[in-house]
């Protein structure tokens, strides 16, 4: 704990500091120290002397492991005006956080970009959802993933999971600081932490990724953590640049787009019904993307955050199924928004590496705005326009991002999942040949439009043909 003295002489020395230069010169990230990887037991361990929010995926069979290590330094405190460079309001700020590498265990594998994920701490635990969407993808084309725990929420629920082995770690200045202010400096010391090729770790410190070398870093964050994501992106990431791109998932309000970076904004259609009215337009460095029928909370992301819970717990993780929600509505889209997120991942790539541009991509319709925003859809209640997959374009069911209960806060988020009755799937589709034709049609057209990649394609065709949608 710092002395009042102490942080007296530190307060000075910014003032002084602010005095004898020019504002965006203050703009440097304080060096910080890695420590680790930290030994740890496996998950499910009695000790939970394991990694907390460790991947269920299988990772060992992947070819991947999995270490975590500590970032302990000082950071700023920022302004963080809507649209314009911050500024350092404070300084000195100490704090220690933790973070997770996932990484191929063949360098020969590794495909030269590493994504960063800013872990999501909506409800108390860490939550990286974004390697919950993306790590099969991410692991089956050799990418590096680095996940952050950058704000206090999340590693107060680790504490009191594991004090032993997460009690030193605090990013609040004992107290001293709140609202997450240091998170954005925490955030760019683990950009900066990575090896770009031809770098070489400082004398003492660990080489996070163990020799691989980041040809471009990623930057991605899903929903309050989308939310950071654009406040880091208006104000601090044009102070000093770590990240090559940013892939902001399920939030975020408008992003200022004249840095050069380039932006993937991705949105369910849960996260529109706010959005629609004041869309940010495509640019040259700026897209967006929004998959009808899709919820900001999913199925896949519910059987994987299940999977994550038991294997913390040490619970088997085969038959693991979305919670209960006590939704008005069936809850969780099955439109299978990772498909989407995976293609734009890889546009994101080729756009930061070469300049190719992502294709665009059409908008949600709108019904109408007022009083309250309405969407466009057809005659089972399937929205109309923005990406269409095959699950939802060829529909069995009512896929929405809208959902709703008085029980459970968070139902708004599930989105709604209500299957045809029989009669409208035979009307809909008279055989199986042509539930298949259709779908191979719509599939062919998202995949030749760049929405998916062929291996969900191919997957999508399979699971039709072997459906007994059609076969009366």
């Known amino acids: 704990m710092k002395t009042s003295a102490y942080r007296s002489i530190i307060m000075s020395c910014v003032l002084l500091a602010s005095l004898t230069q020019h504002p965006g010169l203050l703009a440097q990230v304080p060096d910080a120290t890695i420590y680790g990887p930290i030994a740890a037991d496996a998950p499910g361990e009695p000790s939970r002397n394991s990694i907390y929010s460790a991947s269920a995926m299988g990772l060992a069979e ?132 990575i090896n770009r090729r031809g770098d070489t770790s400082a004398a003492g410190q660990p080489d996070i990724l163990a020799g691989l070398q980041a040809e471009m870093i990623l930057a991605t964050g899903h929903s309050q953590s989308a939310g950071r994501l654009a406040t880091y992106l208006n104000s601090i990431h044009p102070l000093e640049p770590y990240y090559d791109g940013f ?4 939030g975020g309000g408008h992003i200022r787009d004249d840095q050069g970076v380039k932006i993937f904004k991705l949105m369910a259609e849960t996260d529109m019904r706010r959005r629609a009215a004041s869309r940010q337009p495509d640019t040259e460095s700026f897209r967006q993307w929004e998959v009808a029928g899709s919820s900001h909370v999913d199925v896949p992301f ?82 109309l326009g923005g990406i269409r997959l095959a699950q939802h374009a060829v529909a069995t069911a009512k896929n929405t991002g809208l959902n709703s209960g008085t029980s459970n806060r968070f139902c708004f988020l599930y989105g709604s999942h209500e299957p045809f009755s ?51």
């Open 302 to 383: 519910e059987i994987e955050y299940g999977k994550v819970r038991n294997l913390r717990e040490g619970l088997p993780l085969a038959g693991v199924e979305p919670r209960d929600s006590a939704c008005e509505l069936p809850p969780y889209s099955r439109v299978p928004f990772r498909d989407v997120m995976n293609a734009a991942f890889e546009h994101l790539v080729v756009w930061v590496r070469d300049g190719t541009a992502p294709p665009t991509a059409d908008t949600l319709r709108v019904r109408r705005m007022m009083p309250e925003l309405e969407f466009a859809r057809d005659a089972h209640g399937n929205a």
């Open 247 to 250: 892939m902001v998932h399920g």
């Open 62 to 193: 992947q070819g991947y492991l999995e270490e975590e290590f500590f970032i302990a330094g000082t950071a700023n405190r920022y302004s963080t005006p809507e649209m314009e460079n911050g500024e350092i309001i404070a300084s000195g700020h100490p704090y220690r956080s933790r973070l997770i590498v996932r990484r191929p265990t063949n360098a020969e594998r590794f495909n030269g970009i590493v994504v960063v994920e800013w872990i999501n701490v909506t409800g108390g635990p860490d939550k990286d959802i974004d390697w919950w969407q993306s790590g099969y993808h991410f692991m089956r084309n050799g990418y590096a993933y680095v996940a952050v725990s950058a704000q206090q929420m999340g590693i107060d629920t680790m504490i009191q999971w594991s004090p032993e082995r997460y009690g030193e770690l605090d990013t609040t200045d004992d107290g001293q600081v709140a609202g997450d202010a240091l998170s954005f400096d925490i955030f760019s010391a683990v950009g900066r932490a």
């Open 422 to 472: 029989g009669a409208t799937l035979r009307q809909l589709y008279p055989s199986h040949e042509d539930y298949v034709e259709k779908v191979e049609r719509v599939v062919r057209d998202n995949l030749n439009a760049g929405y998916i990649l062929p291996y969900a394609a191919e997957r999508t065709i399979r699971a039709a043909e072997n459906s007994s949608i059609g076969r009366w």
